[in-house]
């Protein structure tokens, strides 16, 4: 089987840079992915970690340790339009991306 | 740009009634998913399709079926509808199986009564 963790909700404020983490425990681990969801609307990709260390992309990261089961979102720079959901999902060797129940993050002003 | 359709928005359907949802994806995607995302419960996979007429078990496919009779359409089949299966059931297709990105629909908000 797999688990999958990660915090249920975080706050923060514009411009602050905010860490979320995500831990897993699978078989036959294949690659993290991170994904976007803004409410009611459909989740959209972030990122795709493979390979341990930091993948960045503009204002998010993504971080992966293979050996620990860890995983960390990094968005910087924080904006509004931030605030949505963030899930992590696992692809596991010959079967589908099963994901974690999602953080939810609000910005401020 | 991949595009990930489905049918219908919202639906209201009661208690016994057979549902279809119906998902199609313009290109030419090997590999469709259906998802059910709950609040606290997150994405949970229900049935995935590799191929044309192809078909896997996710985490939660009991009372719900699965059609994939053609390479661009993957249909979630709600035999009996029951009040439990009241939820947000979200598509989405990839190219490939193991290190692909999905593409999701917009979603279908379904309520049994």
């Known amino acids: 089987g797999q688990n999958i963790d990660q915090p249920t909700e975080m706050t923060a404020t514009e411009g602050a840079i905010v860490q979320i983490n995500c831990t897993y425990q699978?078989?036959?681990?294949?690659?993290l992915f991170w994904y976007q969801q803004h409410a009611g609307e459909a989740p959209t990709f972030l990122s795709y970690?493979?390979?341990?260390g930091l993948e960045e992309k503009g204002r998010f990261s993504s971080f992966l340790s293979r050996s620990k089961g860890y995983s960390y979102l990094l968005l910087k720079e924080l904006q509004m339009k931030d605030s949505a959901s963030y899930l992590c999902?696992?692809?596991?060797?010959?079967?589908?991306?099963?994901f974690g129940k999602g953080t939810t993050l609000s910005v401020s002003s | 740009d991949v595009k990930v359709t489905q049918s219908s928005r919202y639906l209201v359907k009661r208690t016994g009634e057979k549902v279809f949802l119906e998902c199609v994806q313009d290109m030419d995607h090997e590999n469709m998913f259906w998802y059910r995302q709950d609040p606290g419960l997150g994405l949970r996979l229900i049935y995935f399709?590799?191929?044309?007429?192809?078909?896997e078990k996710g985490d939660i496919p009991e009372g719900y079926s699965v059609s994939r009779e053609k390479k661009e359409r993957f249909s979630l089949i709600l035999e009996s509808a029951s009040t439990n299966q009241t939820s947000m059931y979200l598509c989405a297709s990839s190219q490939t199986l193991n290190t692909g990105e999905l593409f999701f629909g917009e979603g279908s908000r379904l309520t049994v009564l």
């Open positions: 699978t078989s036959g681990f294949n690659g």
């Open positions: 970690n493979v390979l341990d």
């Open positions: 999902a696992v692809n596991q060797a010959g079967t589908a991306l099963i």
């Open positions: 399709s590799y191929d044309v007429k192809m078909k």
